[in-house]
């Protein structure tokens, strides 16, 4: 079973805040969820490089979006959605600070 | 005649051409239902106030194509019930989160931009799992859907409010996302038609991602032609979608039919209910008769597929939901800094099997498990893929039952690896890009309950149309 100081340090990295109680029914579940998938740990990959899986890139035209762009005239309806908002501008909480 | 809200896409169609209804009655007939049973069954979380409206609109439309002698496209007017993942410019999308309970969608979805050229009605947002995660909708943040058929029951999941309202009669037919099942699981214990694309095939642009290698959107009906209709209105290429394809992208065999159906009774060996599988061998006795030959099937990778899915899924779902952090939109709730301001309103707005899928997804792709979990599960996925199209040159298409049982009680499977297993056959489609459908095959007993049950169907990368053929050839 994976230990509460791992499931705690995934919910860092996660960006979540975790319950006590919640800490302790992930244990669990992740534990049981990854037994069971584990079993993909016995696929061999042997002699093959890794290869790109039918994957390939798809770019756009380097073009101005047109006006019938489902994106083109929707910019007050963006900002309308921020959470918070001062006229034009999402307001956030200042990210770059001074090393103390 | 049956009532209007009963009637088929394509029945209706023919009703509106004729000029036997309007698009007006057929509104007014399924928001009567929506306000006779929505209360109970919880199907839809919003039903639209300009419903009427937009049906007014389609006859008008009707009319003035008539009068310049065109011909109007056979869902004009036709009313449909949308998965609250889907985006609509101006009307609220919440993919039945908290997270996202107050946010207003700013552009319309490429399915929804398609949809509307067509002159579709739509009647409202459905309920579904909370981000699409999960098979019964039980994991919304607002309440779960009850099964029309049996109110004690599940509809299946994710879009299960999307089939509980094809179901109910309160909307001729719908869109739902498929990621692992979540359009034709709820389809098989709805008893409707469930349709995933080939991936690729319809935009995904202006969904809510949750697996972007396996999302697909599709619709939910009454009939294989019906599901056909709306497919084939949704579908193409989308500069807004850099994996969508055109047709001509796909090498895959299309019509005419080999008439070869290959069963893998390997993986039917154990885990399915005996009346599931005695309906199932029915439906293929009935395809034997109409001429079609059963080949035996081998898909040595696809006990796998389960694993495999439950190790990409989350990955994927860990990466897209990063952007729910409170800033940009959505919930946000204030805390004593930065990463609090995340954890916080990440806390707040995610439910408890969303959580659980980014943990999940977390962990697999941490640094010393990566290569253990997702870098092994992408090898078995093109593994599977490989097996996939190798049998699909031999058979026309591949038939499991849709699920191994009937729609299961409200709060059945309260553990969460048990409520996986449902979604044993459907998962593998997501992971090889194939197009799948499920049909009726009939229905089990439980409790005294007759309840359906689908036989799915997965054919080549592409090759719909075989599906729809063979589909029509099942529920005859």
């Given at each position: 079973m994976i230990s509460k100081e791992e499931v705690q340090n995934l919910a860092t990295l996660a960006r979540l805040e975790l319950a006590p109680a919640e800490v302790e029914s992930l244990q669990k579940d992740i534990s049981n969820i990854l037994e069971y998938v584990g079993q993909v740990s016995a696929v061999s990959i042997d002699g093959a490089e890794p290869k790109a899986p039918m994957l390939r890139n798809v770019l756009r035209d380097d073009a101005a979006r047109e006006a019938?762009?489902?994106?083109?005239?929707?910019e007050a309806r963006v900002k309308e959605a921020f959470p918070k908002r001062e006229g034009e501008y999402n307001v956030v909480r200042k990210i770059i600070q001074k090393d103390e | 005649m049956s009532n209007l809200n009963e009637l088929s896409i394509t029945e209706a169609a023919a009703k509106l051409k004729a000029g036997e209804i309007t698009a007006v009655d057929l509104a007014r007939a399924c928001l009567a239902e929506i306000e006779k049973k929505n209360k109970d069954l919880n199907i839809f979380l919003e039903v639209f106030d300009d419903v009427i409206a937009q049906a007014g609109a389609a006859d008008a439309r009707r009319k003035a194509e008539s009068s310049e002698g065109k011909e109007s496209h056979p869902l004009l007017g036709i009313p449909l019930a949308i998965k609250d993942n889907i985006l609509i410019e101006g009307r609220k999308v919440s993919a039945a989160s908290k997270m996202l309970e107050n946010y207003t969608a700013t552009y319309d979805a490429t399915v929804i931009k398609k949809l509307k050229e067509a002159g579709a009605v739509f009647l409202g947002r459905t309920n579904m799992d909370e981000f699409a995660m999960g098979g019964s909708t039980e994991n919304s943040a607002f309440g779960p859907t009850k099964n029309p058929l049996d109110p004690s029951r599940v509809p299946g999941g994710s879009s299960g409010g999307s089939a509980a309202a094809v179901a109910a009669h309160m909307a001729l037919g719908s869109l739902g996302t498929d990621t692992g099942g979540s359009i034709r699981e709820p389809a098989a214990f709805c008893g409707l038609v469930g349709f995933k694309p080939t991936y690729g095939k319809v935009s995904r642009s202006g969904l809510i991602a949750m697996g972007s290698s396996l999302d697909q959107a599709g619709p939910l009906a009454h009939t294989v032609a019906d599901a056909e209709l709306l497919f084939n209105t949704i579908k193409g290429k989308d500069a807004l979608d850099s994996t969508s394809l055109d047709q001509s992208q796909w090498q895959g065999r299309t019509l005419p039919l080999q008439k070869r159906v290959g069963v893998p009774r390997h993986l039917l060996k154990e885990g399915v209910e005996s009346d599931v599988l005695q309906k199932f061998e029915e439906s293929l006795k009935q395809l034997q008769a109409k001429g079609y030959e059963l080949v035996d099937i081998e898909l040595p990778s696809a006990p796998l597929a389960l694993s495999v899915y439950y190790v990409i899924m989350p990955a994927e779902v860990s990466s897209n939901l990063a952007r729910f952090d409170g800033v940009r939109y959505g919930l946000s709730v204030k805390g004593e800094n930065l990463f609090d301001d995340y954890a916080k309103s990440r806390a707040a707005g995610f439910g408890p099997e969303v959580r659980r899928r980014i943990m999940l997804g977390t962990y697999v792709l941490s640094a010393g498990y990566y290569d253990a979990y997702y870098g092994k599960a992408l090898a078995a996925r093109d593994k599977l893929t490989e097996e996939f199209k190798k049998v699909l040159a031999e058979v026309d298409a591949i038939a499991v039952p849709t699920t191994p049982c009937p729609a299961i009680k409200i709060g059945e499977k309260s553990d969460p690896l048990s409520m996986y297993l449902l979604d044993i056959f459907t998962v593998t489609a997501n992971i090889t890009g194939n197009p799948a459908i499920s049909v009726p095959m009939g229905m089990v007993e439980r409790e005294g309950v007759q309840l359906p049950v689908g036989i799915q169907l997965t054919a080549a990368h592409g090759a719909e149309d075989i599906l729809f053929t063979i589909g029509k050839e099942v529920e005859a």
């Open positions: 019938g762009d489902t994106m083109a005239g929707k | -």
